[in-house]
Structures are given as C-alpha cells and as structure tokens.
C-alpha cells in the first residue's frame, strides 16, 4: 500500500514539476514560447578567378551594408573587354564611314542631276527667248503693213513641241533621278541595319563582360563585424573561394520552441512579436519562415530540473534592425 501511494506522490510530482516548467517558460498570451536569436556569418567569394588587388578591411574591423570590402581584377576578363570595345569602335568607324559614302553617293547622283536639268532649262530658256523674238518681229511686220506667210494656229507649231519636249525630258530625269537615289538608299540601309544590329549585339555583351568585371568588386550585405579575412593583396584565388567572413552586427533568426498545443494554429507567414526574456523594452516584429521538428530544448532554455522540456521547433525572422543580442532568449508571442 505505501509502494502504491508513493507511486502516486511521484506521478503527482512529475505532473506539478511540468507545470512549473511551462508555466516559467511559456507564460502570457495564449501563445508565449520562448526561443533564442542567431546570428549566422556570411562569407564573401568570387564568381570568377582574380587577382586580389586591393583590401579595405581587416579582421576585426565593423562595417556597413554596402561598404566597399575588397577589389580584384581578372586578366583573362580585361584582355576580352579590351577586344570587344576594339571590335565595337571598328565597327562604329565602318558605319560612319558607310553612312558618309551613302550620303556623298546622294549628293552626287543628285548634282549629276541638276546638272542635266539645267542644260534642259538652258535649252528651253533659249527656245523660248527665239520664239518670243520671233514673234515681236512678226508683231512688227503687221504693225507696218506688210503680210508674211503665215501658219495656220490650227497647225502645231514645231518650237512649241520641241519645248514641251523637252519639259517632259526634263521631269522624266528627275523621276529617274529619284527612283536610283531611293534604290541606293535601300541597298545601304540593308547593310547599314545588318551592321546596326552586330554593334547592338556586341555592346550587349559587353555591358555583360563590364557588369562580370563590376561584380569582381565585393561589397558588404549587412552591417557587421569582420570576422577573418582569408586572402592578401596580390594573391590569386580561384572562383567561389572564401575571401572574408563576417558576422552580423545583430540575429537575424529566432529559433522558438512551441509546447503543447500552444501556436498550432501558427503558419508560415504569420505576424509574431518577440520579446527579450530579461529586457521586456527590448521587442521586434518577426516572420514565421518554417518549421522544424520536435526537439529537446538546448541547454541554455532548460531548467535545472531533472525533466527536460521539448518543443517543436518555428524559425522566425527578423528585421536586421534590432536590439537584439546574439544568442539571446526570447518570449515569443
């Protein structure tokens, strides 16, 4: 009987020491569980192999988002930038050159020309000044009495249609004019549109080559701490190798744990407030970005109890702008 009711008294006591645990850690709202902040370093690397060719930092050192970490240079990638601006410049000077012999062709045909329509306009002039004289002479003649022969006005007269004739010669040459100006100009935009589109292509991938060189430059993400600077000025690195570590000036990440049934309801997305465990003026909006399984709770959130306490794990993010420390407990709500 005394083994029974000492079995109860155990049973009773386990029950009461969760209680106390939960009621320590999970107090508040409906939903309060407590969780620790992260930090997480990030490390800068290359894309492509370089020279490193200038430092700016050095372990230790605090920076800010967007301060300049380190320079390098690419051989390989300046020889290519250097041939493909060589290429475009050629073939600029080709279209300039094309377009001004396009426009010399133009003028030429156009005063080859003129040249001929001013003779037509100078043999025209001429006819009509020895039919205008032609007809004052025989104004004269009436005028004094005397009747030459004359022709019927039914009859054509012959200078009349040399001079319309000749108007006509005129305008055709113009029209045919037009029509081999008009023919060269489409024949040399063809080829000028071709070249067009190769210095389009080209200047392309050369914004490419420049925007790879731009990148060779690296910059910090985040404000922060340097935490080890891996490299030196003039040595070479291969792609994708670590040049700089740098650790966060604030956590970014809440890990909580959730207890019972408490924050089920929780899903990805959804609005929390995070609280410090020991400064309550010390809040930070946060973002439920997942879940992770059930875990015992790390050390520094368990009791000196002989029950250890387990929870589902929710990561939360939070602004980079806090007040945090790393590390950290948390209530969250």
Known sequence: MKRVNGFYIFVIALFAGMLFINFQYFRGSSFSNIGITYTKEYKISSERSGIIKNLHVVSGQEVKAG???VEMENAGLEIEIAQLSSKIDALNKEKQEKTSL???????????????IEELEAEINQIETEQNLNRRLTEQFISTGKSPVTTSRETADPTTIKI??????????????????????????????????EISLKERELALMQSEKAKLNKY????????????????EVEAYTAIIAINPRHPGTVVGYVVGPKGRDLAV???????????????????VIGFGSIVELPEILQKSTAVKAFGKEVFIKIPEENAFANGEKVLIR
């Open 102 to 116: 396009m426009q010399s062709k133009i003028a030429f045909l156009k005063a080859e020309s003129g040249i001929k």
């Open 269 to 287: 997305g959804s609005t929390v407030m995070v609280n410090s465990y020991d400064h309550a003026n010390l809040v930070s909006e946060g973002e």
């Open 220 to 235: 910090a993400t985040y404000n922060g701490v340097v935490k080890s600077v891996y490299v030196r000025p003039g040595e």
């Open 164 to 197: 319309g004739s000749l108007q006509e010669k005129k305008k055709l040459y113009s029209q045919a004019t037009s029509i081999r100006i008009e023919d060269f100009v489409k024949d040399h935009q063809t080829g000028l549109l071709v070249l067009e589109n």
């Open 67 to 69: 301060d300049l970490l």
